[in-house]
């Protein structure tokens, strides 16, 4: 299973702005240990991001979130989608296997 997790801001910059070095440590402990694939900005900037999470079930994926530092100072909260892979470019075979 993969998981497309959406982030959305619910306060303006200025109450994002203290969380974002959290938030990139938050970033970077779950790029490292292998659950986050991808992640980044949603275009326009501002409104948000998006992380494509794997190897996690969606109790886990939820767990994740909730440590967001975002989602602990109230300022973003996440919606979670659930995908049963059915077919991969054979570039991310590796991937969505372990997934």
Do not use: C, K, N
Not at 2 to 20: C, F, K, M, S, T
Not at 59 to 64: D, E, G, R, T, V
């Amino acid at each position: 299973m993969l998981h497309l997790l959406i982030l959305r801001y619910l306060r303006g910059e200025a109450d994002v702005a203290p969380h974002i070095a959290g938030h990139v440590e938050y970033l970077e402990r779950h790029h490292a240990a292998g659950t986050f694939i991808a992640s980044g900005q949603t275009v326009p900037a501002g409104e948000g991001g998006a992380i494509l999470a794997r190897g996690v079930d969606r109790a886990a994926a939820l767990a994740i979130t909730a440590e967001d530092p975002f989602v602990r100072a109230g300022v973003a909260e996440y919606s979670i989608t659930t995908i049963d892979v059915g077919r991969a470019h054979p570039a991310l075979a590796g991937l969505v296997s372990a997934a």
